[in-house]
């Protein structure tokens, strides 16, 4: 069981990060970053179809149960993040670089392409890393039968292996660095994996209306 858990968490997160490895490759042989932008609605399909797939495993996200006090240090959490990712941008916090996400013909926004990638960023990621980041590999790096960690008890080793790892995944390293250590402290202090999941989806959905209005599109 521990085993078939593991991977409902893993999955979601593997198939994501495929899809990025694959657009990679395309952009290497000269696939062009308008066509590339239609592999997005294919890959938030395929991980919404792997997490609906595999939702009976998740246990922690099957009752919505939350204060709202809870909900309020939720989105207030988030909206620091967002404040942070989008302040935290000289040269040396980034590594790489990050072609982004023009969802835009001809000058004019394509509101179907946009509409699915704010979609993407501020609902199904949030469940999707979430999952991965906190519900599982916190709690793995304690113990090998993660299930049975109280998020509250992750300890210190846990907590820098996780947040480090989640601030290289992004091409802003120390927005990522500050937003993994913001969500994992949520995730200990409530034991609860819906807290983190609505931060992150308040910081990406914020994130995705500041880019549509500013035309930042290099932060997506």
């Known amino acids: 069981m521990t085993n078939r858990a593991a991977l409902a968490r893993i999955l979601p997160f593997a198939t994501y990060m495929a899809f990025i490895a694959i657009a990679d490759g395309l952009s290497r042989v000269g696939m062009s970053a308008d066509t ?4 997005y609605p294919v890959k ?11 939702w009976k495993h998740y246990q922690e996200l099957v009752v919505f149960r939350i204060r709202w006090r809870s909900l309020f240090l939720s989105a207030a ?11 935290l941008d000289a040269a040396w916090m980034i590594v790489g670089h990050s072609a982004g996400f023009d969802p835009r013909d001809g000058g004019y926004i394509n509101w179907w392409l946009a509409s699915v990638r704010l979609f993407g960023g501020a609902l199904v990621v949030p469940v999707m890393e979430e999952l991965f980041w906190r519900s599982f590999l916190m709690r793995w ?12 008890t992750i300890n210190c080793k846990s907590f820098i292996v ?21 969500y994992s402290l949520l995730y200990m202090r409530t034991n609860k994996l819906w807290i983190p999941i609505l931060a992150h989806a308040v910081t990406n959905g914020g994130l995705g209306i500041w880019i549509l209005v500013s035309g930042q599109w290099s932060y997506w």
Request: overall charge neutral; proline content about 2%; charged content about 5%.
């Open 162 to 182: 996780s947040v480090i790892l989640f601030g290289i995944e992004h091409n802003q390293w120390l927005a990522g660095f500050v937003a993994g250590c913001v």
């Open 44 to 54: 938030i399909t395929a991980v919404s179809i792997v997490l609906v797939v595999f």
């Open 77 to 87: 959490a988030g909206l620091l993040v967002l404040w942070l990712w989008i302040t």
């Open 141 to 152: 790096i304690v113990a090998q039968d993660f299930k049975t960690i109280v998020p509250a």
């Open 36 to 39: 590339l932008r239609w592999i």
